[in-house]
């Protein structure tokens, strides 16, 4: 953990923007008082609350305790029976949501398919048997990696039908990331797609699951969805055709009745460590949390059209495009491509066809959008908002007033939801009819969330003071361990402040009880709202035949929030050219994904060390950051080393 020193107050932002008066009127939760009225209540008994949250599920047999807690391993609605695909599909075909739209998905190409309840009720289930026949069964590991088609969510849905537990792995990772996600759980299936549209291109997804299973003996079987008519290589007896497969069986799969703590997804995502984290996920609980969440968080309403931009890949993809939607019975809107393809207001006219009413993206986004001008989303009629949402990173003041102004025409109020992979569900945000929203601020933790900002010894810290970000009661969405590795689990997030949840994240709280997220305090990025792993690009670094030492670190970039920059010695021999820096970039995209490629590599003789050999990361986050290096430096080994560094900045 770096030193508390280094979290400091940032931002002084005094504006606060209460509810539009027309939006609270009719808001689900209207005006502060009700509020806090919830808050209150549910702080009483978190338990009652979140019991009574689950009532509005169908259960197929009820939970005998709510919550049992053993630190650090909860377990909610123990003894419930419940299935998260009956409660996304089956349990809506009895009433108006019958064929009412749950998916309306937009290709990059253009084209547009609508599933209806019954219709995706019907997919879920012919997939749901495909799968069995390839002799998945409960407890099994589906891993998924597709574009954002409509069969990402069938398949996710399908695994939750008959318990298998889905590991969706980012359609932007290398061959070697999906292939130690699939040892690491152990997957048996494999579903992709012959390719995926992305600015224009085609993604190449089958060539990188052919490389990776090639690596991954657990895998036998791999289901292939015929999306872009790519040439690609079908092995018999191992791969099989999404469509050949489903028209062999029949559609009616019973959902099973699972226990409320059965395994339902395992989503990796980095730590500070190298290797990648299993989150896992279970059913009863992380479905109660996310349907309470996306119908108040976004004041869900049977007439919405919801689109939340990001990929199934990543969590929010998950819980807000999949899962809390369709939980809701809402309509959910999901595109394929890029946001700027083919012309800078892709989404806005995305916006305006569909009346999307609800509109959920990354403040990375945001900022892209900002640069590209006002006139694309000032040609678009964005007259269907009526709320708006971002997460993933903090937003800048700036870009949210910009978000506030030209995207919502300044009727829209702005939910900045703040949630990790780890908490399955949103934790801190305002609730739109009744949280004066301040920008840059996440604001209050939602009822029945105990979020904390704590010093070292877990007290809390006066309002204003910097500390670390906690949660100090189970929540029902939260992980209940790492895949394979529960001495990670506890060490990594309840040892480091006794008693409580630690998030990795600094926070400090203003005079009236808003969080303000400062950052990571742990050796993670945020670039684009995507959490890497300093250690992880580290080590693909290392990896490279020319490379001695490597040290990477974040520095603050306009659009991505945080850019990676890497500082690297060579071995013997090796020569500090333009070339090899283009080469190491590449080399970390094709090892972790091009999410990963450092934005800058500078070659050095050596790295900053401590007497004891630590690399001195706040050192060269200054100096990638282009500033000089204040702060404390008695504790390095070799002076001549920082001149150098500052020197070689180009
Ligand atoms: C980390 C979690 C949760 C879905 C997307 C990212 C940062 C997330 C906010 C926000 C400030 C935020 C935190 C957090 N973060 N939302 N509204 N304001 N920071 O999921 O990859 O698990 O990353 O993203 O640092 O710890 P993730």
Redesign the pocket.
Known sequence: MTDEKAISVLLKEKRSYPPPPAFAKTALVSGPGARARLQAEAARSPEKFWGQAARRLEWFKPWRKTLVWRAPHAKWFVGGRINVAHNCLDRHLDGPARHKAALIWEGETGETRTLTYLQLHREVGLFANALKSLGVAKGDRVAIYLPMVPEAAVAMLACARIGAVHSVVFGGFSAEALRDRLNDAGAKVVVTADGGWRKGTVVRLKDAVDEAVAGAPSVTAVVVLKRTGTDVTIRDGRDHWWHRLTAKVSPDCPAEKLDSEHPLFILY?SGSTGRPKGVLHTTGGYLVQTAWTTRHVFDLRETDVYWCTADVG???GHSYVVYGPLACGATALMYEGAPTHPRPDRFWEIIERHRVSVFYTAPTAIRAFMRLGDEWPAKRDLSSLRLLG??????NPEAWRWYRETIGRKRCPIV???????TGAIMISPLPGATAAKPGS?TLPLPGIDAAVVDAAGRPVPLGQGGYLVVRRPWPSMLRTIWGDDARFRQQYWSQIPGMYF???GARRDKDGCFW?L??IDDVL?VA???LSTMEIESALVGHAAVAEAAVVGRPDELMGQAVAAFVTLKGGRAPTPELKDELREHVAKAIGAIARPADVRFTDALPKTRSGKIMRRLLREIAAGGAVRGDVTTLEDFTILAKLQKDED
């Open positions: 995502t990543w969590v929010t971002t997460v993933g990173e903090p937003i900045d939801t703040w949630w990790q992979t780890e996440a998030t990795g994240d997220i950052g990571r945020n709202g995507h959490r």
